[in-house]
């Protein structure tokens, strides 16, 4: 598998519900990670910090509760671009590439739920989560 670009949408307390409502329609299988297995906000412990659904037909959706810290505006920071691979060298290289000339909102390394993670605004305004599949995480 090469890098691959998947949906990942933002929510308020409602990303579990989401993720399994998304299985219930297209068959899909749900894993997620909540806060509370991390040392992030620790007041959403119960919420989602990284989850995605996978379905057999290939439809795949990743879903989060956004972090308090962050404005939440159902219309204005609804989803990122999530680009995925196995190979952490092509993921290293993409974080490279797309890092020029942009902000950088969490910095690339690892994470509770990835070998590497990062996640930036690009110089055309378009948020990225850049990670490296973990073998549990599909």
Request: charged share 20%.
């Given at each position: 598998?090469?890098?691959t670009t998947t949906?990942?949408v933002n929510?308020?307390?409602q990303a579990a ?9 297209f ?6 990670v909540?806060?509370?297995?991390t ?17 057999p037909?290939?439809v795949h959706?990743m879903?989060y509760?956004?972090q308090?810290s962050?404005a ?6 609804p989803f ?5 691979g196995h190979?952490?060298d092509?993921v290293?290289s993409?974080?490279e590439g797309?890092s020029?000339?942009a902000?950088?909102?969490a ?5 509770a ?5 990062g996640?930036l605004v690009?110089r ?6 850049i990670d490296?599949i ?5």
């Amino acid at each position: 598998m090469t890098l691959t670009t998947t949906l990942h949408v933002n929510f308020d307390g409602q990303a579990a519900a989401a993720l399994a409502f998304y299985a219930e329609v297209f068959g899909g299988t749900v894993t997620a990670v909540p806060y509370g297995d991390t040392a992030e906000v620790p007041e959403q412990r119960e919420q989602i910090v990284w989850g995605e659904m996978v379905a057999p037909s290939g439809v795949h959706v990743m879903a989060y509760d956004i972090q308090r810290s962050l404005a939440y505006d159902r219309g204005t920071n609804p989803f990122y671009l999530a680009l995925r691979g196995h190979d952490a060298d092509e993921v290293r290289s993409a974080w490279e590439g797309l890092s020029q000339d942009a902000e950088i909102l969490a910095p690339f390394g690892p994470s509770a739920f990835s070998p590497l993670y990062g996640k930036l605004v690009d110089r055309f305004g378009v948020v990225w989560i850049i990670d490296e599949i973990a073998s549990w995480n599909g």
